[in-house]
């Protein structure tokens, strides 16, 4: 069965320092991932999605970035957080127009 | 672009009364989604709506697609207080190169009170 993998739960970190999200998906190959932002009170807002290995697209301007190495390692990242970048970041993959999501990791940024 | 809008935002009612969510979306789509979110954890999915017409029910729960209004609700029968959550819900869209995605409305946080 499938299996969609996202580390670390919870993370503080203060302004200015670097950021890395990873998400591991299992049981199957080649599938859309996603990340989501939601912050607090609002809905959840797309980040980036990735076809394939090394293929991301971006819907919003921001101050983070997305990579995927491998087939189903999809990671979120930032030079410098930003206080505005605190929220409840999910990650998820698509396959057969069904959404799987991650456990979710909630960033404070202070 | 496709924007999704759910009213109301924020809902508390009683246990044992009625109530409807709406979710209404501005661009063609025949896949909509109703999500579950419990405070601090992800989502869990609720209903697949595939179809114009379509009608899911579990449970105390029961949604619907209109796809010519762009409009689903979420309906919910004799509210208990384990359904206290917060109810997202999402439409589907597609973009060139095989991509697919979910644009989700602002969430209807609901407190059911005994």
């Known amino acids: 069965s499938q299996t969609i993998h996202q580390w670390p739960a919870t993370l503080v970190q203060p302004v200015g320092s670097p950021l890395s999200l990873e998400c591991t998906v299992e049981?199957?190959?080649?599938?859309?991932l996603y990340w989501y932002r939601q912050a607090a009170g609002r809905g959840l807002q797309l980040l980036f999605y990735s076809v394939g290995i090394g293929q991301i697209s971006s819907e919003v301007p921001q101050n983070l970035s997305a990579s995927r190495p491998q087939d189903r390692q999809f990671i979120l990242s930032s030079k410098k957080l930003l206080l505005s970048d605190s929220g409840f970041y999910l990650c998820?993959?698509?396959?057969?127009?069904?959404?799987?999501f991650g456990q979710g990791t909630r960033l404070t940024v202070v | 672009e496709l924007k999704v809008e759910q009213n109301p935002l924020f809902l508390s009612m009683q246990e044992g009364k009625n109530y409807t969510i709406y979710c209404n979306y501005s661009t063609t789509s025949d896949r909509l989604y109703w999500y579950r979110q419990d405070p601090g954890k992800s989502l869990e999915s609720l209903f697949v709506l595939l179809s114009n017409g379509a009608v899911k029910q579990e449970g105390r729960l029961m949604a619907s697609l209109d796809t010519k209004a762009r409009l689903s609700t979420l309906h919910i029968t004799a509210a208990v207080h384990d359904l206290s959550a917060t109810y997202f819900c999402?439409?589907?869209?597609?973009?060139?190169?095989?991509?697919?995605?979910?644009?989700f409305g602002k969430g209807t946080h609901l407190i059911i009170q005994p």
């Open positions: 998820a993959w698509s396959e057969k127009r069904k959404a799987f």
């Open positions: 049981g199957t190959s080649n599938p859309n």
């Open positions: 999402a439409v589907e869209w597609y973009s060139g190169g095989g991509a697919d995605g979910l644009t």
